[in-house]
């Protein structure tokens, strides 16, 4: 019987096929691959939980290279099967692609977000914290990458919200956010700013962070209807603010947060993230988006 690869790389064929769809395949949550007898099977984990079987390969005895045999929907076998290149064995990468255009049809490609600083733009209850917490989980952004100004006031002044709502503490909880951020973009690594965003005078100091960075400033923009709107902030029992709030950000959001005027203000770039109005789940949304 014909032996797997060492464990070492086995782990190496699984994080390479992970990091390659999550590149060219948004819509798959993780590729799974399970050994035996000298064979590597592949399988993408779909959103619902399904799992869909690609293709086998054959471990030549370098990671490099694999023999390649696809998945038989018909019979639920693996036959024996030709690469886009003519050969009968290539890269893992390869494969995938090959049995992916066969059994996942052509997907809307990932949208890439450079290194650098990603703005969030939307209203309280609009899905932004959902969102962020679906690209942690799938592992497409680390935890320290997102930079919550929530989070912070929670960090300071948990046990006192009274003080937490004072001008000063405002400024403070804005100079830690700011040094948090400026430690990831000069480290080089993403910084994702977690809050409103609404208002030009919020993005302008976001702006400036990432101009004396020297990084790029992608904008994200959760914009649903108001109905949708306040809807969510009605599931999700907010008791930090009032409905009628709620639709006030939306009219500032509205009145100042275009895409037009977001990119006059020097967004690099802009992205509306989809949500209930398109039927749109945050796992969902999320895993149409790469990052670098």
Not at 65 to 93: C, K, Q, V
Request: with cysteine.
């Amino acid at each position: 019987m014909s032996q797997n690869p060492p464990e070492s790389m086995q782990h190496q064929l699984r994080r390479r096929l992970n990091i390659h769809a999550r590149a060219r395949r948004p819509l798959v949550d993780a590729v799974t691959v399970r050994f035996r007898a000298g064979f590597a099977y592949v399988a993408a984990e779909l959103p619902g939980g399904r799992s869909l079987p690609l293709c086998r390969l054959r471990f030549t005895g370098v990671l490099h290279t694999w023999g390649f045999a696809l998945y038989l929907a018909s019979n639920g076998h693996y036959r024996d099967h030709i690469l886009p290149s003519g050969l009968p064995a290539g890269s893992p990468e390869e494969a995938f692609d090959c049995a992916g255009d066969l059994h996942l049809g052509v997907l809307p490609p990932a949208i890439q977000v450079p290194a650098g600083l990603v703005v969030l733009v939307g209203p309280p209850a609009s899905g932004k914290t959902s969102f962020v917490r679906a690209l942690v989980a799938r592992r497409q952004i680390d935890a320290e990458a997102v930079v919550s100004s929530d989070e912070i006031r929670a960090e300071l002044f948990g046990t006192s919200p009274t003080e937490a709502e004072s001008d000063a503490a405002d400024a403070g909880i804005f100079e830690e956010r700011d040094r948090r951020i400026v430690a990831r973009l000069t480290a080089g690594r993403t910084a994702v700013a977690e809050s409103t965003n609404v208002t030009p005078q919020a993005r302008a100091r976001l702006i400036a962070i990432a101009e004396r960075c020297n990084v790029p400033v992608t904008m994200l923009r959760f914009d649903p209807d108001v109905t949708d709107l306040l809807q969510q902030y009605t599931e999700r029992g907010r008791t930090d603010l009032t409905a009628e709030e709620v639709r006030t950000y939306a009219a500032v959001m509205t009145r100042y947060a275009s895409t037009d005027q977001l990119l006059s203000e020097g967004a690099t770039s802009v992205v509306d993230v989809p949500g209930r109005r398109e039927a749109t789940s945050p796992a969902q949304a999320a895993a149409r988006f790469s990052f670098a």
